[in-house]
């Protein structure tokens, strides 16, 4: 497994690797640090190779502690990138020229008024096709929560889970959300008689679901701790859901994709402070 870990020497950036080191062993990981001197206002004026030389020695401080951190860990250190520009488009960049399996990231996730203020890894997953691990809390890393919805992409994020993440003494977690009947249409175009039968169609669906990804699960022998069939806004009870059960990584696939704007998934990355793997 090839992964980008996107640092900016920060704490939480480094919470992102030590939570993804613990669920997985022997990836090689890349770690690009990018010093972002496009914050200038055009006004103030700056020596320009002296500062590039300041920013590229900062940048070798947090690369060699990055390094340090990575080898006390199962992971393998693979290359050191620098860049001194705008963080966002420089990170772009280093995932077009190599192929990565999972982007690794920190994000300061959402606070008050504010959409994200880990906006550049707003702007990053929002403009990838790779899968990606965002963190903002270090945790114990040991329960995990698939959110499945049975479709294809569901499915895919639970084949690369399995397939990147040791999952092994790990204590998994299954939910489906049921969207409430009575939202989805217009009020007065469906009786009761409808809305009963339509809520019995979604719990015979979402236990065939959960079926499937436990038969999925014991091909590998990994059982289930809990699964769960609830009601409601698929975001909103996956967040009550991971909140309740202390859940430490959600993983979830999304449609399209690159940007997930307006999607379950980035509702969820915004406001759990669980990890998020997203599957593109």
């Known amino acids: 497994m090839h992964v980008l870990f996107c640092t900016d020497g920060s704490k939480i950036s480094f919470n992102a690797l030590h939570n993804f080191a613990k669920w997985t062993k022997g990836a090689v990981v890349d770690v690009i640090c990018v010093i972002d001197w496009t914050f200038l206002p055009d006004e103030v004026s700056v020596e320009t190779e002296g500062f590039a ?9 947090i690369l060699s502690f990055a390094q ?3 080898e006390k860990t199962s992971l393998i250190f693979g290359q050191g990138i620098k860049r001194c520009g705008e963080a966002v488009d420089s990170i772009l960049e280093q995932i077009d020229r190599e192929k990565y399996d999972i982007v690794l990231m920190g ?3 959402k606070k008050g008024i504010q959409r994200w203020l880990g906006s550049v890894s707003r702007d990053v997953v ?4 790779v899968s ?3 963190s903002k809390y270090e945790n114990k ?3 995990i929560l698939f959110a499945t919805d049975g479709t294809d992409n569901s499915n895919l994020a639970v084949r690369d889970a399995i397939k990147y993440l040791n999952l092994n003494e790990k204590e998994i977690y299954v939910c ?3 969207e409430n009947p009575s939202l989805l249409f217009l009020e007065g175009t469906l009786d009761s008689h409808w809305l009963l039968e339509i809520e019995e169609q979604q719990l015979k669906n979402a236990d065939r679901i959960i079926r499937d990804v436990r038969s999925k699960l014991e091909e590998y022998s990994l059982p289930i701790k809990k699964d769960a069939i609830v009601m409601g806004i698929p975001a909103e009870k996956i967040i009550d859901f991971a909140r309740d059960e202390q859940i430490d990584l959600v993983v979830m696939g999304t449609r399209q994709k690159s940007k997930i704007r307006g999607s379950v998934s980035k509702r969820v990355l915004e406001i759990t ?3 998020v793997f997203i599957v593109k």
């Open 126 to 129: 929002n403009n990838i096709s």
């Open 132 to 134: 990606s691990y965002i």
């Open 53 to 61: 030389n300041s920013c590229a020695n900062v940048a070798d401080t």
């Open 107 to 109: 994000s300061h996730g």
């Open 141 to 143: 890393a040991r329960k």
């Open 273 to 275: 402070a669980a990890d």
């Open 68 to 70: 340090k951190e990575i």
């Open 176 to 178: 489906v959300v049921n």
